[in-house]
């Protein structure tokens, strides 16, 4: 009997994510974290009744990845039209390869696997669009809430003229990114002019450059899916009786948001970096470091390893020709 070398590729890659998976929970949750320590601030939380502010961040999740898969769905619509079902297991399945990469590169390797044509340029043009899109977002409204801020930081680090300028410079990235993002096709066509003249010849957006009507939706939608999370954070913040107010409370979570994207990470590892951003801006205001890091370990758990987790489940019953 032959051997069918794809079926035992399947076979290992499933095998081979989920022990990933399994070592990714347990050295960030058993070995990294107090995990003792973090279910008594659960445990204390929720006996003081806190539970809604948790159940509000749990029910942000699923809509959470429903807006991304969205955004997915309507990047395709022109490329290779997936149903929005195909499209929500293609965005978890991402998720669960994001876990091993740097910076999330892997998401298109879970995607591509619900594609028909994985190998398309032109879907690679789809996915780095919602990503960059996603990215401007986090910039933008990041610097915004670092300029309300201002003086915090400025106390805080005790650097004036490096924090303002960092500051400027990540507005100005920040203009410069929403303009390239809008004039695309204008990139695109002077890369294929004196690069890329051949290559894709054949490969109409990337010719071309996504519509204007789409990328400004998909910016939307990046917008909405960033408001998800900010209000995330600012429940399990609550729900740890972290005192923030809420109009304070949005400009230090896209101040956290800001520095975790500037930072080269593995989602595997950002429990880790997640909690030492939040904890250093937090802890200053707060003082309640057991707390900061427990609402940062808890949004991990909701927002990557769940779904994570999931995004696997779908790449198990995979059948793919």
Do not use: H
């Not at 929005?84 to 297991?89: H, I, L």
């Not at 990041?142 to 507005?171: Q, R």
């Not at 789409?214 to 913040?237: A, G, H």
């Amino acid at each position: 009997m032959p051997i069918n070398r794809k079926r035992i590729f399947f076979i290992t890659l499933k095998v081979a994510v989920f022990i990933l998976l399994a070592i990714a929970l347990y050295q960030q949750i058993f070995l990294e974290r107090d995990f003792e320590a973090f279910l008594v601030q659960l445990k204390e939380r929720w006996t003081e009744g806190n539970v809604l502010f948790l159940l509000g961040a749990l029910f942000l999740m699923p809509v959470n990845w429903i807006l991304e898969s969205l955004k997915w769905k309507m990047l395709m619509q022109r490329i290779e039209p997936l149903t929005f079902t195909n499209s929500f297991r293609s965005v978890l399945s991402g998720v669960t390869f994001t876990m091993f990469t740097p910076n999330r590169i892997g998401e298109y390797a879970g995607r591509f696997l619900f594609l028909k044509k994985p190998w398309n340029p032109n879907a690679w043009l789809a996915n780095f669009a919602g990503s960059y899109a996603q990215i401007i977002v986090t910039l933008a409204l990041g610097c915004g809430g670092a300029y309300f801020l201002l003086d915090f930081l400025l106390e805080l680090t005790g650097k004036d003229m490096l924090v303002l300028t960092v500051l400027n410079a990540l507005a100005a990235t920040s203009v410069f990114l929403v303009l390239a993002y809008f004039n695309s096709g204008w990139i695109i066509a002077q890369l294929n002019k004196y690069l890329f003249k051949y290559f894709f010849k054949k490969y109409r957006l990337l010719k071309t450059g996504l519509p204007f009507f789409l990328l400004v939706k998909v910016l939307l939608l990046s917008v909405l899916r960033y408001n998800v999370y900010v209000l995330q954070y600012l429940l399990l913040f609550w729900f740890f009786a972290i005192p923030l107010g809420f109009v304070e409370g949005l400009q230090f979570v896209a101040l956290i948001f800001l520095v975790q994207t500037l930072i080269p990470s593995l989602a595997l590892l950002e429990l880790g970096i997640r909690g030492n951003i939040a904890l250093f801006f937090l802890s200053a205001y707060s003082g309640m470091e057991p707390e900061i890091l427990s609402a940062a370990s808890l949004i991990w758990l909701i927002n990557l390893l769940i779904p994570a987790f999931v995004g696997y489940g779908f790449i198990l019953v995979l059948r793919k020709k």
